[in-house]
């Protein structure tokens, strides 16, 4: 059996090295992987960590590239990547534009599509935005859906999957991120702890990673000016760390709002290694993220969602997850609640995760390999 991994983007990345490692590692699949590398620089970062070497590069990333350039760009060069390896199946994980289009042009090439991270949903297009779109299309057109939840299972019903269809596998972001957290704590996330005087007895860290499109504009600014705000309250307590995404539409306005202020330090994206070291000593995140909406949980960190909404419900339910959107005040109020109310934030952070138990990536293979031919 040829099985063909397709991602693009670091998220994609790392939720998919535990599927790619235990498809390589199953007697009876040749394994393939293709990266179109919509996103290069952090992908590389993350094949690195994982030991993946791709066997087809197509190297797509271009300076502020728009959806539609992108999109085109991957129709153009990945069908004849399909045309010549012949796979069996495609794996595809998530909501991102490789996604999308992957999955139309596995269709057309009469592809089995296993969609990893499948059934999450807001029922809103516009929120996220392009990801609510992208995956209910990698919907449509799979054939087995790995459902991280029985949530994410009960919403693929809903829309006419069969249940046979479906595999509920848990998440392997979560496979990953134990095997990362597990691993040594590199200088580059040891250095800053030292540097800005975080841990027990000192300063607490709050950790910030915020992207998404459907906040470029007045939402960017309003998420800075509460952060700007919190920073100010909490002087010579806590310390906010920041990795800005490399997009230009988030480094203008974060730089122009946020530089200069003593306790708030901006950072290039960090490789995801000191990433995840950094969030383990975090008291609180505040993200716009889907992946850290289920990793943070996984370490007892509390998560507030700058977001209207989320199609990860069943973090807000277990109580690890809370939208806060980006009105400044209310992201201002449910931040300073965390950080000055001990009991708030303890049944936060020892809320049980409902997004898996690290062995997500073996029960994914397993369905592949028992779906009838």
């Known amino acids: 059996m040829r099985v063909l991994s397709i991602f693009g983007t670091r ?6 090295a535990p599927v790619v490692k235990a498809l390589a590692e199953t007697p009876g699949i ?27 590069d197509l190297d ?5 590239q728009e959806l539609a350039g992108l999109t085109a760009a991957i129709f153009t060069h990945l069908d004849p990547v399909l045309e010549d390896v012949k796979p069996d199946w495609i794996v595809i994980q998530g909501d991102t534009t490789t996604v999308m289009a992957a999955a ?7 592809i089995r599509i296993g969609h990893v991270e499948a059934g999450l949903r807001t029922g809103d297009k516009w ?27 009960q919403n693929l019903l809903r829309e006419g999957v069969p249940d046979e ?39 607490r860290l709050v950790l910030i990673t915020a992207h998404r499109r459907e906040n470029f504009g007045q939402p960017f600014e309003d998420i800075c000016l509460a952060l700007a705000r919190l920073a100010e309250a909490y002087r010579g307590k806590v310390e906010f760390v920041y990795p800005v995404h490399l997009n230009p539409n988030v480094q203008e306005v974060v730089y122009r709002r946020l530089t200069g202020i003593s306790n708030l330090t901006l950072l290039p994206p960090l490789d995801y290694l000191p990433l995840v070291h950094l969030m383990k000593r975090a008291a609180l995140v505040l993200t716009d993220s889907g992946g850290l909406q289920e990793e943070a949980p996984s370490l ?33 109020s449910e931040a300073s609640r965390l950080l000055d109310d001990p009991q708030a934030h303890a049944a936060m952070a020892h809320a049980v995760n409902p997004f898996g138990d690290g062995h997500a990536a073996q029960r994914i293979v397993k369905a592949i390999l028992e779906y009838p031919l």
Do not use: W
């Open 30 to 56: 040749e394994s393939r992987v293709c990266v179109t590398a919509q996103h290069r620089q952090m992908l590389d970062q993350v094949l690195n960590l994982f030991g993946i070497q791709p066997d087809i």
């Open 300 to 332: 007892s960190v509390p998560v507030l969602v700058l977001r209207q909404t989320t199609e990860r419900p069943e973090g807000v339910q277990a109580g690890t997850l809370r939208l806060v959107g980006t009105d400044s005040q209310q992201i201002f």
């Open 165 to 203: 269809a479906i595999a509920v596998t848990g998440n392997p972001v979560i496979d990953a991120l134990q095997a990362i957290a597990n691993l040594p704590s590199p200088p580059e996330a040891d250095d800053l702890v030292r540097r800005l005087e975080v841990g027990p007895d000192k300063k």
């Open 104 to 110: 139309i042009l596995a269709y057309y090439h009469r």
């Open 11 to 16: 998220p994609e990345a790392v939720k998919m």
């Open 60 to 64: 797509l990333m271009r300076p502020n």
């Open 127 to 153: 929120q996220p935005f392009p990801e609510e779109i992208n995956r209910r299309i990698a919907g449509v057109t799979a054939d087995l859906h790995f459902a991280p939840t029985e949530t994410n299972r």
